[in-house]
């Protein structure tokens, strides 16, 4: 049974930081590209940050400089360091999990993340 579990969401005032923390279980940890998304209120989910089995990065324009994601395969963890936080990064953050030759396409539950002006 495949498993995402996020943590590490909260609320955090504006200039804050937060980490954010995905525990994979279930897959092949190491193979997938792991990503964060977001989806806001009233908006589409999107994408925040994603890096590749090989540790290639890709970052939404929004987050360039203020997030880092990394992944620990040994822990079978991708984490979101988060800086700089601003209102707008107000969301549900969602941990996914995706490996496209084989169209597996995981989703965590989601973890809170409130930044006040």
């Known amino acids: 049974q495949v498993q995402l579990v996020e943590s590490g969401g909260g609320l955090v005032q504006a200039g804050g930081s937060l980490r954010l923390s995905c525990a994979a279980s279930?897959?092949?940890?190491?193979?997938?590209?792991m990503g964060w998304y977001r989806q806001a209120p009233g908006k589409q989910r999107e994408l925040v940050a994603a890096i590749t089995s090989g540790g290639r990065t890709n970052y939404a324009d929004s987050v360039k400089g203020r997030f880092t994601i990394s992944r620990d395969n040994a822990k079978n963890t991708v984490y979101l360091q988060m800086n700089s936080l601003k209102p707008e990064d107000t969301a549900i953050y969602y941990c996914?999990?995706?490996?496209?030759?084989?169209?597996?396409?995981?989703w965590g539950q989601g973890t809170q993340v409130t930044v006040s002006s």
């Open positions: 279930g897959i092949i940890f190491s193979i997938h590209v």
């Open positions: 996914n999990a995706y490996y496209g030759l084989a169209s597996y396409n995981y």
